[in-house]
Structure formats: structure tokens, C-alpha cells
């Protein structure tokens, strides 16, 4: 089974950028499709972003527009791009990983998530 670790979280103003990345290991990152999920206190885990193993991608339509996710096969990494952030984007974000497209968000395997915080 892949083993995921995000990174890139932290404090920025409204109108910011952050640059979220989830590294992929122990299995073939081909294998997998990959998905953002955030989950703000008090709140139910919530998509993001996904993109399949032939690089099709899926937005929230909260972040359609701000967010770019994409992927770097020979890197074995997901980025997700966050531009013109929000302070209702504050939120635990995860990386998933899922041979199946429909069980993602549902199973497979999870990051221990990266704090995102944007307030001045």
C-alpha cells in the first residue's frame, strides 16, 4: 500500500497562495488515483481537488478556478496550487490514494494531513 506525507501548509493572508504537495511511496504512484480532501473544525472532511491516474481532474466548485491540482509521475508527487485564498479555506488538508476511482475519499490510504490557515 502507498505511503503518503503532505507538506506546504501554513499561515497566508487572504489573497494568498500556498502550494500544497503529497509525496507518494512504498507502491507504483502510477497505480493510483490521487485526491485532496480538507476538513475544518467542527466540519465533515470535505473533496477538494482529485485527479485520476490519466490525469483527468475533478474541482469542489468552492475552490473551481483558485486550486490546481496536478501530478509529477516521475516525482511520485500530487500539488495542489491554491491561489486567492479564503479564510473559509482554513482547513486539515489530506492527501488520498486509491486504485479505485469511486472509493476515493473512502478508503485506500491517507496522509496525516498539513494545517492551512489564512487570516490577516
Known amino acids: 500500500q502507498v505511503q503518503l506525507v503532505e507538506s506546504g501548509g501554513g499561515l497566508v493572508q487572504p489573497g494568498g497562495s500556498l502550494r500544497l504537495s503529497c509525496a507518494a511511496s512504498g507502491s507504483i504512484f502510477s497505480a493510483y488515483h490521487m485526491g485532496w480532501y480538507r476538513q475544518a473544525p467542527g466540519k465533515q472532511r470535505e473533496l477538494v481537488a482529485t485527479?485520476?491516474?490519466?490525469?483527468?481532474?475533478n474541482y469542489a466548485d468552492s475552490v473551481k478556478g483558485r486550486f490546481t491540482i496536478s501530478r509529477d509521475s516521475a516525482e511520485n508527487v500530487v500539488h495542489l496550487q491554491m491561489n486567492s485564498l479564503k479564510p473559509e479555506d482554513t482547513a486539515q488538508y489530506y492527501c488520498n490514494a486509491n486504485r479505485i476511482i469511486m472509493d476515493l475519499g473512502r478508503g485506500g490510504s491517507w496522509g496525516r494531513g498539513t494545517q492551512v490557515t489564512v487570516s490577516s
Open positions: 485527479i485520476t491516474r490519466g490525469g483527468t481532474t
